[in-house]
């Protein structure tokens, strides 16, 4: 179920909110209904794995009460454990990797409690190793077995569930929260299959920790007129970048990449090339204003996930703003354990690029997005070396576009269908006297949102030179014209996603 579809629009949705406003008088109740929602709404498109989902939320509450229940479990600060455990809507900074904080938890896990943590997560990641990645080990295995004149195998076919591994990433935060102290298990089941099922950032994130939401889940905030107002407008924003901008920008890239790179020339390479980046932005932010703002109408409030990433002046910048949850789940959960950049330079390299090397192999089973980790790994490690000084010493629209340049060339991995495709397209993209042998037609519409979507980068880049401006203040200012053009906006999404055919969010098939 797709949150602009007419029977989340005009059925499911407004069914869920009416009964959770006027039949959700008590916390207990309003715990309940939305636990439910959350799981028709996740049955609907996956009626078996959920099942699975509901198998290892039980195994979770079990390990995490045999983690605290364990001899010697640190008891954190109090200071620490009212700032990290209750997860109101504040923002943090979540993508530096940097040195952990002096505050952050010191924990001393005794054997048993080492084991139980092991269980957990090894049972988790055998969820997602087995639908995500079981098929591309086959498939590779049996290369490599008939490279070497042996036998193939089987190579099973196996379908991967929607959001499987936002669901196994925030499960994996839980019992890691629960060893380290940070937070408390769940006080009731109810609460932690709401923290795992709840469905508006479910599919496709942002990836919330438990600490950062427990408190939230706890209270159930019953939703004011604010939040409706509020979250409706987010909610419409995202629906405005999906179908408006996004879906016709997939049509003008896979115009391009459904192409034989051979046929192409320069101008399209780029042109292929370009949509795509925007597409991914406008799809992935507006999947995730679509979750923060359904969330607000509910009355939480989730952390945000973008922040303009296409005005970066680094790759470092780029991913303080780019998927900023995923980027905090990294920092947190693999950099800091690796060893962070407390062992020195080499291994402060070498944590950095494991971690985006891991990145990438979360985001797909194939070697496309491995090849994109490890490129972005490498320009971090690049940043930290020399790259980010030297940037800082250009003007910013310059540095920007270097860095936009940089991004641009990774996304280029990112959509490829094989790292030859991919490396074909950079050939051509560094070729500007190539010509195409078959003129590929490109609608004007497509060309037309393509300009208006680097256009609001671009105002997005111009409005940092403005003293103290803020895109939500001001559209607060003209709130008459702003909130009419984005209805009107909203309508013509609606009207064009009844007209065209669906397309899934990117981030759907991670």
């Not at 077995?145 to 379908?159: D, E, F, V």
């Not at 609460?191 to 939401?213: M, Q, S, T």
């Not at 996930?305 to 005005?311: I, L, S, T």
């Not at 936009?404 to 030859?420: D, E, H, P, Y």
Request: glycine residues 8%; aromatic residues 16%.
């Amino acid at each position: 179920m797709l949150f602009y579809e007419p029977l989340f629009l005009f059925l499911f949705g407004p069914a869920v909110y009416l009964i959770y406003l006027f039949f959700g008088e008590v916390r207990l109740r309003r715990a309940i209904i939305l636990f439910a929602a959350s799981v028709i709404f996740y049955a609907w498109s996956e009626p078996v794995f959920i099942f699975l989902v509901f198998a290892s939320v039980g195994l979770d509450l079990y390990v995490a009460r045999k983690i605290a229940d364990a001899p010697d479990l640190l008891i954190l600060r109090s200071e620490h454990s009212s700032r990290l455990e209750g997860g109101g809507g504040g923002s943090s900074s979540p993508s530096r990797f940097e040195t952990r904080p002096s505050d952050a938890p010191q924990h001393e896990g005794d054997k048993e409690r080492k084991l139980w943590l092991a269980l957990g997560v090894v049972a988790n990641l055998a969820i997602l190793v087995y639908y995500k990645y079981t098929g591309f080990l086959a498939l590779n295995l049996d290369a490599l077995l008939k490279a070497l004149t042996l036998p193939g195998i089987n190579i099973p076919q196996i379908a991967l569930p929607i959001g499987v591994s936002f669901i196994v990433f925030e499960k994996i935060t839980y019992l890691v929260d629960v060893y380290r102290g940070i937070t408390a298990p769940a006080r009731r089941p109810l609460l932690y299959g709401l923290y795992v099922f709840f469905f508006p950032k479910l599919l496709a994130g942002p990836i919330i920790k438990y600490h950062d939401i427990a408190r939230q889940f706890d209270a159930m905030p019953h939703a004011d007129i604010d939040d409706f107002v509020i979250g409706f407008s987010r909610f419409m924003l995202g629906v405005v970048k999906k179908l408006l901008f996004a879906d016709t920008l997939a049509s003008g890239a896979d115009l391009i990449f459904s192409r034989d790179v051979g046929s192409l020339g320069f101008a399209q390479a780029w042109a292929g090339v370009l949509f795509f980046t925007f597409q991914i932005y406008f799809d992935f932010s507006g999947y995730s204003d679509m979750a923060i703002g359904l969330a607000r109408m509910f009355g939480f409030r989730l952390l945000e996930n973008f922040n303009m990433p296409y005005v970066a002046t680094s790759i470092t910048d780029f991913w303080r703003r780019w998927h900023i949850s995923l980027t905090s789940w990294i920092r947190e959960y693999l950099y800091f354990p690796l060893g962070g950049n407390r062992r020195g330079e080499a291994r402060t390299y070498l944590n950095l690029w494991i971690c985006f090397f891991a990145s990438g192999i979360w985001h797909g089973a194939a070697w496309t997005y491995i090849a994109w980790g490890a490129y972005n790994g490498v320009f971090l490690v690049l940043d930290r070396l020399f790259l980010v000084n030297r940037l800082q010493r250009l003007p910013d629209w310059l540095a920007n576009i270097i860095a936009m340049i940089i991004v641009i060339v990774g996304w280029t991995f990112f959509r490829a269908t094989s790292l030859s495709q991919a490396g074909a397209l950079l050939a051509l993209m560094a070729t500007p006297w190539a010509q195409s042998s078959a003129p590929v037609a490109i609608p004007p519409e497509y060309v037309v949102v393509a300009l208006i979507a680097a256009a609001i980068c671009v105002a997005q880049r111009l409005s940092l030179y403005v003293k103290d401006f803020n895109w939500g203040s001001a559209a607060q200012r003209f709130a008459l014209a702003s909130n009419s053009a984005l209805s009107m906006l909203f309508l013509a999404a609606l009207a064009k996603g009844l007209a065209d055919p669906f397309k899934p969010f990117i981030y759907f098939r991670f």
